[in-house]
């Protein structure tokens, strides 16, 4: 006997080419084990560190163990894209999303997002200029600031830029110490703290490692770091506030992922009107900076100084089941199966939304 056909096929790509390849292979293996088989025909493909899409049908355990290589199933393509011909529905009725759950370069900028406005299927998440705005700090700070968001001070610019002039308009604009950081990156990979103009070298000589821009901020003295989760598209709502205690100087990309000793507050100790404050600071960032779908919005709160400071949105926040996203909207009354059925809708929804707006002849 078959199986009674499935109304939505969510086709899952995860691993990806950056640095959080391995928090990806984390995430789709958690929302693998979460979603709804009944409802959903899920059909997970892997691309690999060297960019190799794969129709593999890995096992959980395996997909989320990034220290063994993926399984290439018998229709693996090298090195073309036709594993994306999955996003066909296996029949008329189907209606087919895809959830890209990639971080960082190659996955959360927009590249992959063109991909899949080509291909003419819902995706979950910020289109194109969303999602390339939110991956550059430079202009996303250009932007937000525009909306009335307030930010820390900063100077951007290329690599061909940082001559002394530079970095004595850093120390004079600025002062000390200062965060550097490559404009399009995430993980905290290649941020540094400086302290003087030597360590302004090295930390511009680290940043331009990963991306041709970067971005030098004030730092933020004595910063707590607060995040909400945002989700929807016309209405955006905001999620109660969470709060990261890094255990290193900074929350670096250790911290972040290889000792795990930082620790997450949910929600965070902070006066109630501060927390209302920022919700709706993020909900306004959020429509600024051309989100859709889900959002992880992340603030410094300078409590003796100039209160919540917008420092970046993540358009595809980790998403395992202990990550910040899915924790912030689980204490706020949706469990993490409801939230991934909450942005297969808001994908489809969107995705019909602009299909209304005639743009192509
Ligand atoms: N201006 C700043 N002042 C104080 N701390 C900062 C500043 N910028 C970054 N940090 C620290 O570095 C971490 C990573 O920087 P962030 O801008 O969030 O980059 P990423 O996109 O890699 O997460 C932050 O979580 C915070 O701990
Ligand atoms: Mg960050």
């Given at each position: 006997?078959?199986?009674?056909?499935?109304?939505?096929?969510?086709?899952?790509?995860?691993?990806?080419?950056?640095?959080?390849?391995?928090?990806?292979?984390?995430?789709?293996?958690?929302?693998?084990?979460?979603?709804?088989?009944?409802?959903?025909?899920?059909?997970?493909?892997?691309?690999?560190?060297?960019?190799?899409?794969?129709?593999?049908?890995?096992?959980?355990?395996?997909?989320?163990?990034?220290?063994?290589?993926?399984?290439?199933?018998?229709?693996?393509?090298?090195?073309?894209?036709?594993?994306?011909?999955?996003?066909?529905?296996?029949?008329?009725?189907?209606?087919?999303?895809?959830?890209?759950?990639?971080?960082?370069?190659?996955?959360?900028?927009?590249?992959?997002?063109?991909?899949?406005?080509?291909?003419?299927?819902?995706?979950?998440?910020?289109?194109?200029?969303?999602?390339?705005?939110?991956?550059?700090?430079?202009?996303?700070?250009?932007?937000?600031?525009?909306?009335?968001?307030?930010?820390?001070?900063?100077?951007?610019?290329?690599?061909?830029?940082?001559?002394?002039?530079?970095?004595?308009?850093?120390?004079?604009?600025?002062?000390?110490?200062?965060?550097?950081?490559?404009?399009?990156?995430?993980?905290s990979v290649g941020v540094t703290k400086a302290d003087d103009p030597a360590g302004l070298r090295a930390a511009l000589a680290?940043?331009?490692?990963?991306?041709?821009?970067?971005?030098?901020?004030?730092?933020?003295?004595?910063?707590?770091?607060?995040?909400?989760?945002?989700?929807?598209?016309?209405?955006?709502?905001?999620?109660?506030?969470?709060?990261?205690?890094?255990?290193?100087?900074?929350?670096?990309?250790?911290?972040?992922?290889?000792?795990?000793?930082?620790?997450?507050?949910?929600?965070?100790?902070?006066?109630?009107?501060?927390?209302?404050?920022?919700?709706?600071?993020?909900?306004?960032?959020?429509?600024?900076?051309?989100?859709?779908?889900?959002?992880?919005?992340?603030?410094?709160?300078?409590?003796?100084?100039?209160?919540?400071?917008?420092?970046?949105?993540?358009?595809?926040?980790?998403?395992?089941?202990y990550s910040m996203f899915p924790s912030l909207w689980d204490a706020s009354g949706l469990p993490y199966a409801e939230l991934?059925?909450?942005?297969?809708?808001?994908?489809l929804a969107r995705h019909q939304h602009r299909a209304s707006h005639r743009r192509l002849r």
């Amino acid at each position: 006997m078959s199986e009674a056909p499935k109304p939505v096929r969510i086709v899952l790509l995860y691993g990806g080419q950056s640095a959080e390849h391995e928090v990806s292979r984390i995430s789709a293996a958690s929302v693998l084990k979460a979603i709804d088989t009944s409802r959903y025909d899920v059909v997970p493909v892997a691309i690999t560190p060297d960019g190799r899409w794969l129709r593999s049908d890995a096992t959980l355990e395996l997909m989320a163990d990034a220290t063994r290589p993926l399984p290439e199933s018998l229709d693996a393509s090298g090195t073309d894209l036709a594993p994306l011909a999955s996003i066909a529905p296996a029949h008329p009725d189907q209606q087919v999303v895809v959830l890209p759950i990639l971080h960082g370069p190659r996955g959360e900028d927009g590249t992959v997002q063109g991909l899949l406005e080509l291909a003419d299927v819902a995706y979950v998440g910020a289109g194109v200029l969303g999602s390339a705005l939110n991956m550059d700090k430079a202009t996303a700070k250009v932007v937000a600031r525009a909306a009335g968001i307030p930010v820390c001070r900063w100077i951007s610019a290329r690599d061909s830029e940082l001559d002394d002039a530079f970095v004595a308009r850093v120390g004079s604009e600025l002062g000390w110490p200062v965060f550097v950081k490559p404009s399009n990156m995430g993980s905290s990979v290649g941020v540094t703290k400086a302290d003087d103009p030597a360590g302004l070298r090295a930390a511009l000589a680290e940043a331009v490692k990963y991306d041709e821009w970067v971005v030098v901020e004030e730092a933020v003295v004595g910063a707590r770091e607060l995040e909400v989760g945002v989700m929807g598209n016309e209405e955006p709502r905001a999620s109660v506030v969470g709060e990261i205690i890094p255990t290193h100087e900074f929350y670096d990309y250790e911290d972040k992922y290889v000792d795990g000793t930082s620790q997450m507050v949910i929600p965070a100790d902070v006066p109630g009107e501060v927390a209302a404050e920022m919700r709706a600071l993020a909900v306004r960032v959020y429509r600024a900076l051309r989100c859709d779908g889900l959002s992880r919005v992340d603030f410094f709160y300078e409590a003796d100084g100039r209160g919540l400071l917008f420092n970046e949105i993540n358009t595809m926040p980790g998403f395992t089941k202990y990550s910040m996203f899915p924790s912030l909207w689980d204490a706020s009354g949706l469990p993490y199966a409801e939230l991934i059925d909450e942005l297969v809708r808001l994908a489809l929804a969107r995705h019909q939304h602009r299909a209304s707006h005639r743009r192509l002849r």
